[in-house]
């Protein structure tokens, strides 16, 4: 075991910082053993973040036959890792992250094109959104954060109604958010929009202690 992951064990220890337009400072960390990814405020990869997503994507059945995958917002790629290895989805993921220093780090220090079929966009996820036309997905996951927060811009009827029209017939959507950022009062009104475009949805709240989850299918 090396030394940096023995003592994260006692304490957090910081290997590397990167400089980001978007977000920051961000940090490569060791943690309980692990590398993850920080801002300065939050996980943002590789840490309590995982274990959010995983648990969104546990209740709403996801199932490795899903033939397409979009994802919103790529960190440094954990959710990817999750998928390839706990859920054994070996399916297409198109990723679409705004910011080319997660880009970077995520092929660079955790190495996530390891896990192809992989396509990374380096786009807004709005603008990619409203140009997509003849692609449709069985799964969108939007994990969409400028630090610790969704750009209001993700959270709009627009948004919502570009992603309902881009999901497959009986196709899933998992949002997340932060509790501390996000109140829950926008959150439900995100799930009444959805809800009047005949999606079937539900909140889960309080995952991890930290996140609310909204998940909808549409009909």
Known sequence: ??????????????????????????????QQGKRVLDTANSNYSYGSLQQILQRGLQEANFQPTASNLLLLGLGGGSLIETLRLHFDYQGLITCVEIDPVVIQIAREEFHIERFAPLTIICDDATAYAARTESQLFDWIIADIFIGDTVPKACTQPDFLQQLTRLLADGGKLLFNTMQTTFPIAELIAMEAYLQQNNLKTRILRHVEHTNNLLLAEKN
Do not use: A, C, D, H
Not at 6 to 29: C, D
């Open 1 to 30: 075991m090396s030394f940096k992951k023995w003592v994260s064990y006692l304490l957090p220890w910081r290997e590397k910082t990167y400089e980001s337009p978007f977000s920051g400072r961000l940090e490569i960390n060791w």
